[in-house]
């Protein structure tokens, strides 16, 4: 009899962490923010400082995850902490844009590599095929996903590697980039450019908190959640400032304004044009762990949410081996339509912005629930508290203030997610009192 592995492995929540964050904002945003920022020293103080916000993220959710340790993610956390309102927005806010939408740049970014090697490739259709292949996979067992979260997320770090390095090497002449930073940087640093760009940077660290949607399926959580987080944040942290140095010193930073395909623009004026074949075919397939990772721990939330309403009661049923497969069906489907009908730079703006007031709320639960509960066991407490919590919200509030001024369409978009998630809930508690 074919035994049913009951956990994930340490391992295994590591390259969930590094797959989740390593996805379409690392080889997007560069694009978009040299539209208002051209200073190299800039850019990479912009990366630099979202993996130290990454950090000071994962470090918070460490000490909740350890003394809340339940699946779920911000939906259990803030649930527990201000009121099961809140947890349920959140809930809402996760699987749509914190997973779905991204699955689907993801996809649509991939896509988009290979019909710059081959111009006739049907990007949506590829696109599809890639999240519905992936999802079989997921709705499963156990096993199958993590052979294939492990897998993918391995070759995509030494894809990465191997990428940053052999470009370093092949290309001639290299860019002369200043580092450095001016007195028009500093300037710059406190502009509302600059807070925008951070929005693309604090989207592409997106992830750090993946392996917090499946605190139950680990073993040992209260002792190993921490080390996962911070490790696979670390990680990635190294590899945008490594994949940086490398965009800007290898094509000049007007060859990206605008572009989302980052990554093939470094290739071609690295390798030419063979090479640059070579390489939109490798970022179409390290692509294939971002997908992974979302539609494994995305539908997490969405079975606990079943697990305590009962007007969405269906999401909690598992198969034997214990997956969630409704609640996987249901995030591909989501996943779907936002392939088909998503414009691809509202939805990185939009998507950032909620959920960095998603996980703006979740971090000052550190202090909220060190407050309510001073005698609740904590096997892991934050070093350097209140630090880290306050440098996250800080430059979370800071950035959305800004964004709400300059691109109030994205904003308004968030707000009204919230609300939407609001009246859902109460729709669903009224359903679940009536029968």
């Known amino acids: 009899m ?5 956990y994930f492995s340490a391992r295994t929540a ?3 962490v590094i ?5 379409t ?3 997007t945003s560069l694009g978009y923010q040299l539209v208002g920022i051209q200073s190299a020293g800039v850019i990479l103080l912009l990366w630099a400082l979202g993996g130290v916000i990454a950090l ?3 470090l918070s959710y460490a000490e909740l995850g350890a003394a809340l340790p339940r699946s779920g993610g911000e939906y259990h956390f803030l649930g527990q902490i201000y009121h099961p309102a809140a947890g349920f927005i959140s809930g809402l806010i996760s699987v749509s844009v914190g997973f779905s939408a991204p699955t689907a740049m993801a996809a649509i970014t991939a896509a988009t590599y290979l019909r710059a090697v081959w111009p006739d490739a049907p990007v949506t259709w590829i696109a599809l095929a ?3 292949s992936v999802a079989f996979v997921h709705m499963h067992n156990r096993e199958g996903s993590s052979r294939l979260q492990q897998t993918f997320t391995l070759l995509k770090v030494a894809l990465i590697l191997v990428f940053a390095i052999a470009a370093f090497v092949w290309v001639e002449p290299a860019q002369p980039v200043d580092w450095g930073l001016g007195l028009s940087d500093v300037d710059l640093i406190g502009s509302g450019a600059f807070a925008v760009a951070l929005i693309y940077v604090t989207y592409a660290y997106t992830g750090w908190n993946a392996a917090t949607y499946l605190i ?3 073993e040992a959580p209260e002792q190993r959640l921490p080390r996962i987080l911070i490790i696979g944040t670390a990680v990635v942290a190294l590899l945008y400032l490594l994949l940086h140095i490398m965009f800007l010193t290898v094509a000049p930073m007007q060859a990206y304004v605008g572009k989302i395909e980052v990554g093939y623009v470094a290739a071609e004026y690295a390798f030419g044009g063979s090479g640059s074949v070579i390489v939109g075919i490798m970022l179409a397939v390290l692509l294939v762990s971002t997908v992974s990772a979302m539609l494994l721990a995305g539908p997490r939330a969405l079975q606990v949410i079943g697990q305590d309403i009962p007007a969405f009661r269906f999401l909690a049923q598992t198969r034997a081996s214990g997956v969630p497969h409704l609640a996987v069906l249901l995030q591909t489907a989501l996943t779907t339509v936002m392939i088909i009908t998503a414009s691809f730079e509202s939805i990185l703006l939009f998507s950032g912005a909620v959920l960095a007031l998603n996980s703006t709320m979740t971090v000052l639960g550190v202090w909220v629930l060190r407050r309510r509960q001073p005698d609740l066991p904590r096997p892991f407490r934050m070093p350097w508290y209140p630090l880290p919590m306050l440098i996250y919200a800080a430059i979370s509030i800071w950035t959305l203030v800004h964004l709400l001024m300059i691109r109030p369409e994205e904003a308004g978009m ?4 919230i609300v939407l998630g609001g009246i859902v809930y109460w729709l669903s508690n009224k359903v679940g009192r009536e029968t």
């Open 2 to 6: 074919t035994q049913i592995k009951q």
């Open 14 to 16: 590591v390259a969930l």
């Open 19 to 23: 797959a989740n964050m390593v996805g």
């Open 25 to 27: 904002g690392v080889f």
């Open 56 to 58: 000071c993220g994962a």
């Open 130 to 132: 890639l999240v519905w």
């Open 216 to 218: 139950s399926e680990i």
């Open 414 to 417: 968030a707000i009204l997610l």
